[in-house]
Structure formats: C-alpha cells, structure tokens
C-alpha cells in the first residue's frame, strides 16, 4: 500500500513538473501569481483577471511578447520563484532575505495593507501586537507579516493556523474555530461581499501592517536571472503604464466594484 502511494505521489509530481515546463516552454515570459486573491489575482466564470494580472498582461503586450500567468497557492509561487520552475512571480513585499533568490522590479504593482479580523461580536480591545497576546490566529500559508508579529509567533505568544486562501479562514473566525485573522484589506472585504458576511466581519484599527508596496520579481534561477536588458525593459514598460494613466485605468476597474 505505502508502494502504491509514493508510486502516485511520484507520478503527480511528474505530471504537474511537465505541465510546468510545457507552459513555460510554450511563453516568452512564464508568471506565477498567488491564486484567489481579489482584486488583484482571481479567476472569475473561467477566466484570469485582476489588477496585478491585467498590468502583467498589458506589459507583456507592450513588448510584443506571450505571457502565460498560472494561478497557484503562494507558497507554491514563492518556492517556484526560488527554484526557477517559473520566470517570475506576482507580487512581493521587498524582503531583505528575499534577495537571494528575486529580482525586484519598478514601479511596484500596487498597494497592501493588512488588518487584523474578528467578528462583529468580539470583545477584544485591539490597540496594539500584545492585544493579540494567547490568541489563535488565521494566516494564509507562507505569509510574512511584520516583524513584531513574526517575533510574537516565534515566542509562543500567538498561536497561527495557516491555510492556503482567505475564505477558509473566514469560515473559521465565523464558526469560532478562530479567534480572528490577519489578512489583505482589499481582498478580505471582497471576499466578504461576495460571501454576505459584509459586516459581520470587522477590521481593526490600527493595520497591522500599513499600505506597502508589492513588487513584480523575477527569479535569479529562472529564464531572465542574468538578463538585464530583458528586466529593465520590463521596468521601463511598467513606468511607462504607470505614467500614461494605465495603472489607474486598470485600479479603476476593480476598485469600483467594491
């Protein structure tokens, strides 16, 4: 029995190394983004759309190049960027450890901020990390958070559960498995609406982590590590975007449906 399941495993993972390749093979520019994310990442009625994918798309139209854009878990995307399976990733906070192994491009693609979540009838009195002090907490998987947080974590004073998108852990802070959660504004409110649990569910103030920019990054083991000329082409397309009034054009779209 234990042969015939690593038989499996081994063939998914060949399976999904070969879609892989044939999806990079078939691209000039092979992108992996964090899948479920609106407005910025999200597949809606079959088809890709968001904010970070739409500038992606445009950039690569600019350029006269094909883009293939796979929506997948970001810790997949994070471990892809490391290794080189795909040529770059959407998006990136500018991390210090995360030079290693990613190149961050200009402008960033857009803006974040993270709130802390509870439901409407939570007597938490929030004003700072220690107020999160003895709680369990949802986070989406591979996240990194400030660096009071990641401290309190590694300390034993917050407890995390970790899944692969935010709905789940919205079904959990409603249900009470989770005392709250720490996620994208954007995103947690669209979900919300899209859920009907529009306030039923709160942020607190103030944000755990204030609006900070993400980034477009390529990998250093990937197609275009050692390709300057390809990656300052690309920053000087997003400038140009940014400049003539697309990336508001593209915020626009989105932002108004919230």
């Not at 990656?231 to 697309?246: H, R, W, Y």
Request: aromatic share 10%.
């Amino acid at each position: 029995m234990l042969q015939l399941l690593t038989r499996i495993l081994a063939m998914s993972a060949c399976i999904l190394l070969l879609a892989y390749n044939n999806a990079k093979a078939g691209a000039d520019l092979y992108v992996m983004a964090e899948e479920s994310t609106p407005p910025y990442a999200f597949v809606e009625h079959g088809i890709k759309k968001g904010i970070d994918h739409d500038i992606i798309v445009e950039a690569a139209k600019r350029m006269n190049i094909r883009v293939e854009i796979d929506m997948v878990p970001w810790i997949r995307m994070y471990k892809s960027i490391e290794t080189g399976v795909c040529d770059a990733g959407s998006v990136f906070f500018h991390v210090k450890e995360r030079e290693s192994f990613a190149i961050f491009t200009n402008p960033p693609l857009h803006h974040s901020t993270y709130s802390v979540f509870i439901r409407k009838d939570s007597k938490l009195e929030y004003s700072s990390i220690e107020s999160l002090y003895g709680k369990t907490i949802g986070v989406s998987r591979g996240y990194r958070l400030n660096n009071d947080f990641k401290e309190a974590v590694e300390r034993g004073f917050i407890q995390i559960e970790e899944t692969n998108n935010i709905s789940m852990n919205i079904r959990k802070v409603m249900a009470g498995r989770l005392y709250c959660m720490v996620a994208n504004y954007d995103v947690t409110m669209l979900e919300l609406s899209r859920a009907g649990l529009r306030g039923q569910l709160i942020a607190l103030n103030p944000p755990l982590l204030e609006r900070k920019p993400l980034h477009f990054v390529f990998s250093k083991a990937g197609r275009y590590g050692n390709n300057k000329e390809f990656i300052a082409k690309f920053e000087s397309t997003l400038d140009a975007m940014k400049n003539d009034g697309t990336f508001k054009r593209i915020y626009d779209r989105y932002y108004a449906k919230q």
